[in-house]
């Protein structure tokens, strides 16, 4: 039975005798002459990470405290050299930043940081400011193209560039997606130090770039985490979302490597680039467990790990579909944020707490249909025409970033047939963090429209917001929609067109 093979597991943090012979031999090295900058901790690591690929050890074991010592003792001989940090400006904030480049500064005397974002980036002027520092370069990424994201390319090859840059003792990546582990593991194999510095809360990131002998460095802004609404998902699958007395983000790395070692073994983590959130909530409802809190992640995982340990840990398994809906957010000025950290938390609180709860769907020939529906993009009154709620679906920008991880987004020509087909494989992967965003507000169409008398009133009923907007479509030319969704979304598209982070539309 799975919960035998459980109780059976090693204590985390334990290796195999290899990797303890591998130990003494660096603590070995330790008492001789120091190595020339690098090499000592370069091939350790790589050893390290190398070992890991080869399976040699369980993903979920990590290296013990004398072998973290023993390459922590030899940081200075590495750091003799220039630290480049990368950073993917789309990922996380500008305290992210300054926190990873003062982690940096005290361990080596040179730092180069380069910064990769859209171009309107420079017309914000805390962001110019930073960029005029001493030590920081910006890279200008234009937004372009549909199937692959401008920036991830363009970190991509800047990585590649300082795996052979002579003078550059180290590589810092701050970025809050998988998408370099690769290029960060040929970093570690040239006998260069590569570390990553992410946010705390991205559990499974953390576990990927260990593997590739990448070191994860935790950094979360001075503000503790404090979660402030949970959502809920019932055994039946439909949920909810409350608030709740404050929650302390916790890391939570012995559970969590239980838990990724129970779901792999009940065949819900196949390739180990499943979200382990998703997997936990399929989970729950196919062996009618719960309730079980899917938001935020430290209940999800501290309420899961005792369901695991506790001899409730069935193994059946079943392809279905788990929902956690955001409401569209804008970012907002500081005192909006503000509030919303007081009430919700935390920005994807506000998010979750906006968008009705989250709720699983088992397959069927309308199941595709039937989450655009839940989601809100698809109805009987205003938003009946299924082709333009698949269109406004996939454009919607973190949906559109969801589906072109997934290699889901519809391309020019397919029919609706073919499109239901690919939104259903994407809404039944567990490599989606089932985070699908609802239709954008029509809060700033009502206030534009009311300003403009278009409108009574920024209260004027959805007919008569509707009617308005079609007369607006009308007279700006723009191309003819059908749906209510479908104006709302062109028209702000319209007003939006000078942003410089503007991707392209899908069409079909």
């Not at 590569?194 to 935790?218: D, E, N, R, W």
Request: net charge positive.
């Amino acid at each position: 039975m799975i919960t035998a093979g459980l109780k059976t597991l090693p204590p985390v943090g334990e290796f195999p005798q290899t990797h303890e012979l591998l130990e003494q031999h660096v603590v070995g090295i330790r008492s001789r002459k120091p190595l020339p900058a690098g090499i000592l901790a370069g091939l350790a690591v790589a050893a390290y990470a190398a070992s890991c690929r080869q399976g040699r050890f369980r993903s979920k074991r990590r290296p013990t405290a004398a072998f973290s010592k023993a390459l922590a003792r030899s940081d200075t001989s590495r750091h003799e050299g220039v630290t480049e940090l990368v950073v993917d400006g789309d990922a996380l904030s500008m305290d992210f930043i300054l926190g990873a480049v003062d982690h940096l500064r005290s361990e080596s005397a040179r730092v180069q940081t380069t910064i990769f974002a859209e171009p309107g980036r420079m017309n914000n002027k805390a962001w110019k400011d930073l960029i005029s520092r001493r030590g920081f370069e910006f890279k200008s990424v234009r937004r372009y193209g549909l199937y692959e994201e401008p920036n991830d390319r363009a970190v991509k090859q800047h990585l590649r560039t300082l795996a052979t840059k002579a003078g550059t003792g180290r590589v810092a990546l701050l970025a809050a997606d998988d998408d370099f582990v690769q290029d960060m593991r040929k970093i570690v194999l040239t006998g260069k130090e590569a570390l990553i510095f992410t946010s705390s809360k991205y559990y499974g990131l953390a576990q990927k770039y260990k593997q590739a002998g990448v070191l994860v460095v935790p950094l979360d802004p001075d503000k503790k985490i404090t979660y402030k609404v949970r959502a809920v998902l019932q055994s039946d699958g439909t949920g909810f979302v409350q608030h709740c007395s404050p929650i302390p983000h916790r890391s939570l790395p012995q559970e969590v490597a239980v838990l990724t070692e129970f779901m792999s073994s009940a065949g819900y983590m196949p390739t180990g680039s499943e979200f382990l959130q998703s997997c936990i909530a399929k989970w729950c409802f196919t062996n009618s467990l719960g309730p079980i809190t899917v938001y935020p992640a430290t209940s999800c995982f501290l309420e899961s790990y005792r369901f695991v340990t506790s001899g409730l840990a069935r193994g059946a398994r079943q392809d279905v579909a788990f929902f956690l809906p955001l409401g569209y957010a804008n970012a907002g000025k500081r005192g909006r944020q503000k509030a919303i950290r007081d009430k919700y938390g935390t920005g994807l609180g506000w998010s979750i707490s906006h968008a009705g709860g989250p709720f699983i769907l088992t397959p069927s020939s309308h199941m595709a249909m039937e989450a655009l529906r839940r989601l809100g993009f698809l109805d009987s009154h205003l938003n009946s025409d299924v082709s333009e709620a698949m269109l406004v679906f996939a454009n919607i920008s973190t949906n559109k970033r969801l589906l072109r991880k997934l290699e889901a987004l519809p391309e020019h020509g397919e029919r609706v047939e073919q499109l239901q087909h690919k939104f259903e494989q994407a809404f039944l992967s567990s490599r989606s963090s089932g985070q699908w965003q609802m239709p954008p507000s029509d809060s700033l169409l009502r206030a534009t429209f009311a300003r403009a008398n278009r409108i009574t009133d920024a209260s004027a009923s959805r007919e008569e917001v509707f009617a308005a907007m079609q007369e607006y479509s009308k007279k700006t030319d723009l191309p003819r929609m059908k749906t209510y969704n479908g104006l709302a979304w062109q028209i702000l598209r319209h007003m939006n067109r000078k942003d410089p982070s503007r991707r392209l539309a899908v069409e079909f």
